[in-house]
């Protein structure tokens, strides 16, 4: 399974941004979405888009400004990101996984996109 992250740059506060992450290599079911790392910081959630139609599930720190999208024809999921804060300033990645384990933790994910830098300045 290979994953194509894309979109990243810079950005004033208040500003938007989409991200993009392409999936190829798999014909099977995959939770699919984002996680980031800001310098010094440990990876951690950002939205995640369920295969099975659940509603997606988004970090606290993001909800409301960030929305994640999936178009299953293109096996293509976005991150559409506005109101862009100075602290959103990281490196983002896509990540899927095709197990059943809890979607908000970084280690039940198997396949990971490069990453790509979101700057914010204030």
């Known amino acids: 399974v290979q994953l194509q992250a894309s979109g990243g740059g810079m950005v004033q506060a208040g500003g938007s941004l989409r991200l993009s992450c392409a999936v190829s290599?798999?014909?099977?079911?995959?939770?699919a979405g984002w996680f980031r790392q800001a310098p010094g910081k440990e990876r951690e959630l950002v939205a995640i888009m369920p295969w099975r139609g659940d509603r997606p599930v988004y970090s606290v720190s993001v909800r409301g400004r960030f929305t994640i999208s999936r178009n299953r024809a293109k096996d293509t999921v976005y991150l559409q990101m506005n109101s862009l804060k100075p602290e959103d300033t990281a490196v983002y990645y896509c990540?899927?996984?095709?197990?059943?384990?809890?979607?908000?933790?970084?280690?039940?994910?198997?396949?990971w996109g490069q990453g790509t830098l979101v700057t914010v300045s204030s």
């Open positions: 990540a899927a996984k095709t197990n059943s384990a809890p979607l908000d933790r970084v280690f039940n994910y198997d396949y």
């Open positions: 290599g798999t014909s099977s079911a995959y939770d």
